[in-house]
Nanobody, 120 residues
Framework: QVQLVESGGGLVQPGGSLRLSCAAS????????MGWYRQAPGKQRELVAA???????NYADSVKGRFTISRDNAKNTVYLQMNSLKPEDTAVYYC??????????????WGQGTQVTVSS
């Protein structure tokens, strides 16, 4: 069994910062790409940022220059530092990871989601 547990969401004023964390645990042989997605009410889930196990990153245009994704491979944890937050960043943020649980095939795993609300 593999679990992804997110933390760090909350309410913040425009211009503020939040840091999300997501820790993977359980039967993990290796982790490939880890990432953050978000889904706002009435909208489709979208990729926010992703990072490979080698450290290559990819960002949505809407967050470039404001958000930074990083990971600690020793802790099987991925982070999302969010600065200069805007009301349009309000969404449920989901952690995603491509994990080989020892059977030789990578599968997608998702966290339960954490609410981020940007409002004055």
């Amino acid at each position: 069994q593999v679990q992804l547990v997110e933390s760090g969401g909350g309410l913040v004023q425009p211009g503020g910062s939040l840091r999300l964390s997501c820790a993977a645990s359980g039967s993990i042989f290796s982790i490939n790409t880890m990432g953050w997605y978000r889904q706002a009410p009435g909208k489709q889930r979208e990729l926010v940022a992703a990072i490979t196990n080698g450290g290559s990153t990819n960002y949505a245009d809407s967050v470039k220059g404001r958000f930074t994704i990083s990971r600690d491979n020793a802790k099987n944890t991925v982070y999302l530092q969010m600065n200069s937050l805007k009301p349009e960043d309000t969404a449920v943020y989901y952690c995603n990871a491509e994990i080989d649980d020892g059977l030789g095939t990578y599968h997608d795993y998702w966290g339960q989601g954490t609410q981020v609300t940007v409002s004055s």
